[in-house]
Structure formats: C-alpha cells, structure tokens
C-alpha cells in the first residue's frame, strides 16, 4: 500500500538560513514603508498641519 509523497524535511542549517532571510526580507519591506511615509511627509510639508479641520 502507497503512502503519500515522501517530502524532505529541511535541516536546521536550512531552517535557520530561512528564518534570516525572512528576517531580512521584513526589514527591508519595513525600511521601504518608512521612506514612503517620509518621502510623503516631506512632499506635503507644512502644508498638512497648516489645514482647516
């Protein structure tokens, strides 16, 4: 009787090289937003605070 494919466990040399690069990859998209929101702050300058509410 056939089991299910047989997958490979990644070892814990993989698995840690996976979470670093997860980690890098969060910070990049975190870093990336960042520069988005200043870039728009500093686009809109004073001009945001300086508004009727």
């Known amino acids: 009787m056939a089991q299910g494919p047989e997958y490979l466990k ?3 040399k993989q698995l840690k ?3 670093k690069r997860n980690v890098a990859i969060a910070l990049a998209l975190v870093a990336f937003v960042v520069l988005v929101y200043v870039g728009s702050l500093a686009k809109l300058g004073a001009q ?3 508004r009727a509410l």
Do not use: G, H, K, M
């Open 10 to 12: 990644p070892t814990e």
């Open 17 to 19: 090289a996976r979470r």
């Open 48 to 50: 945001l605070f300086d």
